[in-house]
Structures are given as structure tokens and as C-alpha cells.
């Protein structure tokens, strides 16, 4: 067994491998292949609150929280059109697409981003930051803390590998993952319904996240939206907490024989 967490998504050349992964095309995925978690921090841990100030009561508005990397709000216009001519290559069945400078990951949470920025009816609390304060080690993480803390909703998309390293943040705070789905394998996804954890929106349709999380928030009842954060929190400590996957991973063993 060999566990890889790493961002390429690139074939693992050994032999009668069996491979658990961070980072995983599905449409390519290999029989061999499993997908693992991104062991991110507790961050309740990180954050001085009560028990009982923990959960969010449901508003009339949806709150969604961003704080992180992305492609530009305003994109420039030579990349609109990049990504509109590759837009018609891939309809017509051509797999050469334009360089857009930006990967996947980082225009879907651009989409998702804008479509909830535009939508009055979507309480937004999105800033976009760069690497460097990202990874500050005195400044970096605590304003992401709180802005994980003080939303019902936070956008989750993939990064530089195909994975999202925030869902599994949004899970341990309790709290519901906006989670834009770029072709990605989650981890115990054979054993966990994670539509029933996320506001589940496909890639193609990232820049209608604003009517989506609507509809969702609009459907769910004040009773289960406390029961969803909570659900959430227990999942990331049965599952997604180093222990917990690997206190798991025995589930995975009937498939493995099937390999």
C-alpha cells in the first residue's frame, strides 16, 4: 500500500501498487487508486469559542465565507476569450485547449466567487489573498479562522493539485462546504453519501453557485441546518483527522481484494 500526498496528478509507476492519494482526475482514475484526505488543522482548536456559540443559526440570507488564492475577479479580456474559444474546442471535441495562465481549480473558485458576489441576496465575506499571506505565519491564519468561523458557507474548490485541502478545514469547524466538484475522487466516497455534507456543484456550473447555495439554503429547515454542521463536525472526526482514516481504512479492504 502506498499512500501518496502529493498535488501532480501524474500515474504512479509501481507495481501491484495499491495507492491512496490526495490528488485524482475520477474520468482517469485507476482501479489501484483511492483517494485520501488533506490533513489539514482542527480549527476549532484554533479558535476561542463556547460550546454552546459554536453552531450558526440559519439566517433568511445565506452567509459564504472565501479567504484564499484565486483567479482575478476582473479577468482580463484576452483570457475571456481564451477560455470562451476553449469552451468551443471541447464542445466540438478537440482536447488542445489555449494556456489560460490560471489552473482549473483557481477559475472555478473565481466562477463561484463572482456569481455569489453579484447576487444581493447572498451575504458575502470574500478575500482574496496571495500566497505569501496565505502562508504567513503570524497573520496568515487566523484571519482565515475567523472567516471560516463567522459563515454558515465557505467555498471549497481545488488548488494546485486536484483536491480541495479547505473542505476538510470547513468539516472540522462545523461548518457547510460550498463544494465545486473539478472531476475530483473524495475520500470514502464509496461509503459516504457527501451530498448530503456539501452544496454539491459541478465545474461547468461554477458561476451558478449564487442560485444553488440559494435553493439549498432556501430547502433546508433551521433544525437541520444546525443537525448538517453538526453531522459535519462528527464526520471530520471519525473520518478525515489522521487517526480517523486510518482507524477507517480497513472499509476499503473488501475493494482492494477486488483489484
Known sequence: ILFYYYDPVRKIEV?????????????????????M??????????KEIADTDFWLVKTVLPSVGFRGQSAPINLPVKLQLKRR????????????????????????????????????????????????????????????????????????????GNYSFRLYEILSAGRIP????????????????????VVWIEEKDA?????????????????NF???QKENRSLWEKYFNRAGFYQNLDQYFNLIKEV
Open 15 to 35: 507495481p501491484n501498487a495499491i495507492v491512496f492519494r490526495t490528488s485524482l482526475l475520477k474520468s482517469k482514475k485507476n482501479k489501484n487508486e483511492f483517494a
Open 37 to 46: 484526505p488533506a490533513y489539514g488543522d482542527d480549527l476549532r482548536g484554533k
Open 85 to 160: 474559444f476553449n469552451t468551443i474546442l471541447k464542445k466540438i471535441g478537440i482536447r488542445k485547449q489555449l494556456n489560460l495562465h490560471y489552473n482549473f481549480g483557481y477559475l472555478a473558485r473565481r466562477d463561484a466567487i463572482v456569481s455569489c458576489i453579484k447576487n444581493k441576496n447572498i451575504q458575502t465575506d470574500i478575500s482574496l489573498t496571495t500566497m505569501e499571506q496565505s502562508w504567513d505565519p503570524v497573520n496568515g491564519k487566523l484571519p482565515f479562522v475567523n472567516n471560516v468561523f463567522n459563515n454558515q458557507y465557505n467555498i471549497c474548490v481545488s488548488g494546485h
Open 178 to 197: 460550498v463544494f465545486v466538484n473539478t472531476d475530483c475522487v473524495l475520500p470514502f466516497e464509496e461509503f459516504i453519501d457527501w451530498k448530503k455534507h
Open 207 to 223: 458561476d451558478e453557485t449564487d442560485q444553488i447555495l440559494l435553493k439549498f439554503h432556501q430547502s433546508i429547515s433551521p433544525e
Open 226 to 228: 444546525l443537525k448538517l
